[in-house]
């Protein structure tokens, strides 16, 4: 499911009772799935793929709250977030994990005029959504787990949890703390070494996502492409590692780290204190060894 690992943890509550509740948290989980998979030719997210310009789709609350957002984060970031990006996640070879060529500036700059999340139309009183131009398609593969965490974390408190984590990839939500101790530790993996730790992050409530250059990425002579692309330029962003945010909920936390990963340190964690966020971004240096950048009192919840 979402192309990735999924795990809830219950601490609290007794066997049986913690059975059902997982179910229901993993139901919700797939339901996200099945609405917004782009690999899914019978999601949401498929259906606005395949309408023509000025149709109207009209789609579920979900896969609408989670337009609407990545919208807001699009204006928020000046379009370094943009989920109409999918033509171009392909075209570097990250959907059916096939390494291409390397695409030409023309090629680029051709796909780059047939994307923009401004050509995607967003109607809330119907939930209606419909696109301007034709090459436009939707990727929510840098939001939607946080959504789904989101909704789980929802059918988990509703089911009476009171202590759990979800972790969808990496991404986790948190409810209330853990058995042990007053914070939950989430560990930040070196991206030049990823079996290894670079430290661990005390996180006392809400949600936590990392985007790291490690998780899926491309050599081409000698360089390495990451998943994430720069919509300003078309290109796999270069220079950072990866980037971990902590966020009241999972969606901003998954929307984020993706964003931070394009805007860089500095105007980044501008965008990450605007929206009550905390970021760790991990990056790449001359003499091999990460440096690591803390938004402001972050260090003091991390331990190397
Ligand atoms: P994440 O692992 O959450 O950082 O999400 C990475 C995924 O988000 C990629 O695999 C793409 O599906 C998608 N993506 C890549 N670049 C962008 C971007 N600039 N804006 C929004 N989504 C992106
Ligand atoms: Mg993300």
Known sequence: MMGTLNEIEIFDLKKQVAQKAVEKGFDAMQRVDDLMSHYKESSEVSRIKNSVPLETVRVSQDTFNVLKRSEEIAQLSDGAFDVTIGPLVKRWGFYDKEQKPLPTRQEINRMRRGMGY???FLRPKNREVSK???TLEVDLGGIAKGYAIDLAVKALKQAGVVSATVNSGGNIGFIG???KGEAWEVGVIDPLNPSELLGVLNIKEGAVATSGNYENYHEI???R?????DP???WPVQGV????????NAMDADALSTTLFVLGPKQGLVLAEKLNAKALFVLETENGKPELVFSKGLETQFKP
Request: charged letters at 15%; aromatic letters at 4%.
């Open 221 to 223: 002579e000698g360089k």
């Open 177 to 179: 703390n853990p058995v």
């Open 225 to 229: 492409y990451s998943h994430i692309i």
């Open 232 to 234: 300003r330029t078309g």
């Open 241 to 248: 590692l990866s980037v971990t945010v902590i966020a009241a």
């Open 118 to 120: 401004v050509h995607l």
């Open 132 to 134: 301007r131009i034709p």
